[in-house]
């Protein structure tokens, strides 16, 4: 009876996984096997293996690395500092909150700002710098997609803060450990788990952006996303788009097997 | 005696958030020995305790080691370590890393090592422990951990948070026995906070007795149990009868509309005085017999004793400790000789207290 229970509980998620999971997957897979023409063939894969796509793979997986340190460098000290406040809801709140407006519109505010016209050329012209192209560099595109990802980090690593026991750290010190010393060898190493699923929640993604490459780098960066985009949109190739897709997926696994239960265990 | 004096607090208070947590304190704290800040929680021990150990600093006041003011001196710049109440032992570290992690701190080779953290174990009777993970150890382990990762560097000092509060009686008496065994071996000063008054007696070469930010009394176990200074003390350090009366001159005082030989002296005549005398300082007697006559209310077995209470002529309610049971709506007999009572002056200083029962104690008092 319980376990008859159980399993009409189980129908949404089944259903959800089912439709939105697995499905989608089984589709790429077997998309991926097609030429443009539509004739099965292991081709897609062997084009992915040529420079034109191994470039695009490396500068995909080293932008989404460099977004993800700038992201933690920024985020690990503001987590910590969140976790001394007195209002820590309210902080929290607001760090929360640009998370709840649309991306699209996001980028496009930055449009506005980073342009040549924009505030920040309008800042750098008053201090005698000189307006500088800014839009639809490299630069400009780590900084969006690290400003858009700053909360996913917050979030894991002020939570693994909160639920470190301060006694920890007033044992180091009493055992002789500067604050230093009592960061690298009790607070960092028990809080990495929090460090590791904020990791995954902005490398994976990172990988696979692909408005900002247009809007914010104007194509200068062509990431694995982009193009997936134009495969599916423009040059209708759907067996190349999805082999592309094949890989990364392929990445998004190894990142999450080499980060550990990172996302999932927390202790 | 100057040299043996090691930490000195000299009219220390402390306020957090403008509400005062400790008021006015001075004491000093000898080299070797055993101390115990006792008294109910809120009192003010464990600020004390972070205080000396310095997680905190003091708001007015000094306090010194060895002569040399450390108010603003850091914890990690003391030679002071810690037993936590929680232990903190660092989950992501097994026994051996734990225990090392003061001399590692101190840059020690770890040639040298080894050896210390094997002999610390071996100090709290860890032996083959080193390989075990944390969260595989017994309560009782744990705590042997925390007292081996603390003593490991040689501190001047070990202080104790409540270290054994979480364990289950049995054991709790045991690391009693051990701890006080540890600190005569290891000759280092250990200050132990508790709010367990047997603890504090069985451990201790002198006590502290706490109560609302304030030293209500200092001494060794058996003269603060013996003579109590007052109400408060005489309460939370085992049980009492505690009973209004009056000293019509030295060496006599009457209560319950009696009149008895005791010895305290130093009262002026006729002095209104509380009078206190241990439950298991009365002899049960037959009725007719002893120095007073109560009606038996009621009896409750202890496992040791009988806990008896009584009611006398007066009304006064006496608590009895006594191997032998009584008959409830009895009337007995209670007896009890001059020194087991003790005479209690109302709102007297620690110092006129001690002055007074220096003058007529004299050398049969240690």
């Known amino acids: ?267 | 005696m100057a040299e043996k004096m090691m930490i000195q607090f000299d009219h220390v208070t402390k306020k957090f958030d403008g509400e005062t947590i400790l008021r006015d304190i001075s004491f000093d704290i000898e080299r070797g020995k055993f101390y115990t800040l006792l008294g109910p929680s809120g009192c003010g021990k464990t600020t004390i305790l972070r205080l000396i150990a310095g997680f905190l600093e003091p708001t007015e006041g000094t306090l010194t080691f060895d002569g040399q003011l450390v108010n603003k001196i850091p914890p990690n710049k003391r030679q002071v370590n810690t037993v936590f109440q929680d232990y903190a032992l660092f989950p992501h570290l097994n026994v051996f890393e734990n225990v090392a992690f003061g001399l590692r701190i101190n840059k020690l080779a770890s040639k040298e090592i080894a050896p210390r953290v094997k002999e610390a174990l071996h100090f709290v009777n860890l032996d083959g422990y080193q390989n075990r993970e944390i969260s595989d150890l017994s309560g009782g382990q744990k705590q042997r951990v925390a007292i081996a990762r603390a003593i490991v560097n040689r501190p001047q000092v070990l202080l104790l948070d409540e270290p054994l509060s979480a364990l289950d009686l049995k054991l709790r008496t045991a690391m009693q026995f051990e701890l006080r065994q540890l600190q005569r071996r290891l000759g280092i000063t250990f200050i132990f906070v508790t709010h367990d008054q047997e603890e504090a007696l069985a451990m201790s070469d002198e006590i502290f007795v706490l109560n609302q930010g304030k030293i209500e009394q200092s001494g060794s176990p058996r003269s603060i149990y013996d003579e109590p200074i007052n109400r408060f003390v005489a309460d939370f350090i085992g049980e009492s009868n505690i009973i209004p009366g009056k000293m019509p001159q030295d060496r006599v005082v009457s209560f319950a509309g009696k009149t008895f030989n005791c010895v305290d002296q130093g009262f002026n005549k006729n002095e209104s005085v509380e009078v206190v005398i241990r439950p298991e300082d009365l002899e049960l007697k037959q009725r007719g017999e002893g120095l007073l006559q109560v009606r038996v209310e009621s009896q409750l077995f202890r496992g040791v004793h009988y806990e008896i209470i009584g009611k006398d002529e007066a009304g006064n309610s006496w608590m009895i400790h006594s191997t032998k049971s009584a008959k409830i709506n009895d009337e007995i007999g209670l007896y009890f000789e001059p020194e087991a009572i003790h005479i209690m002056r109302h709102g007297e200083s620690e110092e006129d207290f001690d002055r007074r029962l220096e003058s007529y104690e004299g050398a049969d008092h240690d």
């Open chain 1, 1 to 267: 009876m319980t376990k008859k229970l159980t399993n009409i509980y189980l129908i949404p998620y089944a259903l959800w996984i089912g439709l939105f999971v697995l499905a989608p997957l089984a589709m790429v897979l077997y998309y991926s096997f097609f030429t443009i023409q539509g004739h099965f063939s292991f081709v897609n894969y062997l084009r992915f293996f040529t420079p034109i796509y191994l470039k695009m793979a490396v500068s995909s997986i080293g932008y989404a690395f460099l977004i993800t340190l700038f992201t933690l460098l920024i985020a690990y000290p503001t987590a910590y500092l969140l976790t001394r406040l007195k209002n820590r809801r309210l902080w929290l709140l607001l760090i929360i909150l640009p998370t709840w407006i649309n991306v699209l519109l996001k980028a496009y505010a930055f449009i506005g700002l980073l342009g040549t016209y924009g505030l920040a050329n309008s800042l750098a012209a008053l201090i005698g710098i000189g307006r500088q192209q800014i839009l639809f560099t490299g630069f400009s595109f780590v900084f969006v997609s690290v400003y858009l990802f700053i909360p996913f980090m917050i979030l894991p690593i002020y939570n693994s803060l909160e639920k470190l026991n301060s006694s920890y750290v007033d044992a180091a010190h009493d055992l002789g450990a500067s604050a230093g010393a009592t960061f690298r060898r009790v607070i960092f190493p028990l809080t990495l788990e929090g460090v590791k699923s904020g990791c995954q929640a902005v490398f994976i993604p990172a990988l696979s952006l692909f408005m900002l490459t247009r809007l914010i780098a104007g194509n200068r960066v062509i990431t694995l996303g982009t193009a997936i985009e134009e495969h599916f949109l423009v040059t209708q190739d759907w067996g190349m788009g999805a082999t592309i897709a094949v890989f990364l997926i392929l990445a998004m696994v190894i990142v999450m097997a080499l980060m550990g239960k990172g996302g999932l265990k927390r202790w």
